[in-house]
């Protein structure tokens, strides 16, 4: 990929973000969201079912998933106690890039959460560029890690209409949880703010009825 090539992204990303993110026009009951894949982990025939609303470039977020995500994993979701759903905030644009870059390619939902991994483990470089075209470049990189070819990231880093669907996605989603603050927690169908590992497993205990 040549840096014209990612100036070029950098630039189309910021026309889309201004539209997606600023334009009160277009409701997101008017955007069709069908196409966009929830992304979970665990058993899906689970009792109880967690959500994790999460911003890649939110520091609080990038601290839990460093290591209270570990320990729910190793707790909840691969002992199948929990369905664990995943769900992205959108406070800035670099949060919504990040997202296009997570869900990128077909077969996303098997790269999904290694590469939401590395965004949040890479969060004070690629996040703490000044120069969007930087952010881009960085963000480019880690899907490459993860498999992706220029070819998908060029197609999903300049898809308006994808984009689009996200952040209405993500508004629809906001209206109807009441999200506020990242990382927010939908528990057996009751919201809670970032917590310690401690709290949040005694909540999902007493859902569960352990």
């Keep these: 990929m040549t840096r014209p090539m990612t100036a070029l992204a950098a630039f189309v990303l910021t026309l889309i973000a201004a539209v997606t993110l600023t334009a009160p026009a277009v409701q997101a009951q008017d955007v069709d969201t069908s196409g966009i ?14 959500i994790e609303y999460a911003s890649y470039t939110c520091p609080h977020c990038a601290r839990f998933h460093e290591s209270g995500f570990k320990d729910l994993k190793r707790d909840y979701i691969d002992t199948g106690k929990i369905h664990f759903v995943y769900r992205e905030v959108y406070f800035d644009r670099f949060g919504l890039w990040a997202s296009i870059v997570a869900r990128c390619g077909e077969g996303a939902e098997n790269r999904f959460f290694g590469i939401s991994e590395m965004l949040y483990e890479q969060q004070g470089d690629w996040a703490r560029q000044e120069d969007p075209a930087a952010i881009v ?9 993860a498999g992706l070819t220029d070819g998908q990231l060029d197609q999903c880093l300049t898809d308006a209409d994808n984009a689009q669907a996200l952040y209405a996605r993500w508004q629809a989603f906001a209206e109807e949880d009441g999200i506020e603050s990242t990382p927010s927690f939908i528990i057996d169908g009751r919201k809670y703010s970032n917590m310690p590992y401690d709290e949040l497993s005694d909540l999902i205990d007493t859902a569960i009825g352990s």
């Design 137 to 145: 470049d960085r963000l480019r990189r880690i899907g490459k890690t």
């Design 37 to 50: 894949a929830e992304m979970t982990m665990g058993n899906p025939d689970a009792s109880v079912t967690v």
